[in-house]
């Protein structure tokens, strides 16, 4: 990615961790439960199009640019980074919703969401899971280009629409264990705000 941007980074970190793309690691085969799901989005990761309360619809890289913005212009705040995603079903077709949003602690933020159409979907499991693979894979993708621009110390947790109420109660260890497994922080119900509360509103 490139892009020339006048912005204030000098209260920033550079970006220390490296991680491994989700597609590239061993466990990730197309045999796999795992492998089928992420391969059937892999060209849905990131839409053309978000939109914003704040700023309006943007596409990918100017959704990137407003997130260095908004970070950069306080570099004494503290600041996390959550990406949630909630869906419904109707005949097979699946409405997903994602939020990324940008938490400046104490001091409220901004959010940015988008949505895209998934069909063939019949169970509230393979939902869940896409659910799930579409945060992780917006998380991927935000923290290469991130990675990509040398920049940030991020604070980044993935927020999953599971909780121990609830049919979605018996997935919990497994869909917890697959973000963790790939390196990211994750939330779950009533901690999950970010994907039943901010991305359920749009759906």
């Known amino acids: 990615m490139n892009m020339e941007l006048d912005l204030n980074l000098s209260g920033l970190k550079p970006f ?13 085969h197309k ?3 795992f492998g089928k799901i992420y ?21 990918w890289q100017e959704t990137l640019v407003k997130v260095v ?11 996390e980074v959550i990406i949630g995603t909630d869906s419904e079903a109707q005949n097979g077709r699946a409405d997903f919703v994602s939020a990324v949003i940008v938490h400046k602690k104490g001091r409220g ?9 998934v069909d063939k979907l019949f169970s509230m499991r393979q939902r869940i899971w896409q659910e799930a693979i579409i945060s992780l894979s917006l998380a ?23 909780g121990p109420n609830g049919e979605t109660r018996q997935m919990i260890a497994e ?8 390196g990211f922080k994750v939330a779950t119900k009533p901690a999950s705000w970010g994907a039943s509360h901010v991305a359920d509103r749009h759906v």
Request: aromatic content about 14%.
């Open 31 to 33: 045999g796999s439960f």
């Open 140 to 162: 991927e993708r935000l923290v290469a280009d991130f990675a990509d621009m040398g920049l940030f110390d991020l604070n980044l947790e993935i927020h999953v629409d599971i």
């Open 39 to 59: 391969t059937q989005m892999s060209d849905k990761v990131v839409p053309g199009a978000f939109n914003s309360p704040t700023y309006g619809q943007l596409d």
């Open 16 to 28: 220390q961790l490296r991680y491994w793309p989700v597609y590239e690691r061993p466990h990730v």
């Open 175 to 182: 869909i917890v264990g697959m973000i963790r497994a790939n």
């Open 109 to 117: 933020g901004v959010y940015f969401w988008t949505r895209q159409k």
């Open 69 to 79: 913005q908004f970070m950069g212009a306080d570099s004494k705040a503290s600041y």
